[in-house]
């Protein structure tokens, strides 16, 4: 088992930044890769941004690529979500999830998740 835990998420005005963390605990977190999903009302989760295990790749969404850097520090067990220039159309629940695959942009292939941190951007 592992437990993920987010944190990091709040109001921001459109252009600002959050950062998001992940902690985890549980089996040996290196071996996992990591990823942060997101889901607005009435919309389905939806990929964000994946990093593999021991930090060798990281994937991102189209609408996030050159604005979001995922990253992990496994001494600390720990994602991050580095999120900047941040849109209105970015609001929603962001989650952090786990799974032994190489990689995945699939929710459905995640094996882990937390309980989801909400991010909301005025405009």
């Known amino acids: 088992q592992v437990q993920l835990v987010e944190s990091g998420g709040g109001l921001v005005q459109a252009g600002g930044s959050l950062r998001l963390s992940c902690a985890a605990s549980?089996?040996?977190?290196?071996?996992?890769?990591m990823g942060w999903f997101r889901q607005a009302p009435g919309k389905e989760r939806e990929f964000v941004a994946a990093i593999s295990v021991r930090d060798i790749n990281t994937y991102y969404t189209d609408s996030v690529k050159g604005r979001f850097t995922i990253s992990r520090d496994n001494a600390k067990n720990t994602v991050y979500l580095q999120m900047n220039n941040l849109k209105p159309e970015d609001a929603a629940v962001y989650y952090c999830?786990?799974?032994?695959?190489?990689?995945?942009?699939?929710?459905?292939?995640?094996?882990?998740w937390g309980q989801g941190t909400q991010v909301t951007v005025s405009s």
């Open positions: 549980g089996r040996t977190f290196s071996n996992y890769c």
């Open positions: 999830a786990a799974t032994q695959r190489a990689y995945s942009s699939r929710w459905n292939e995640y094996n882990y």
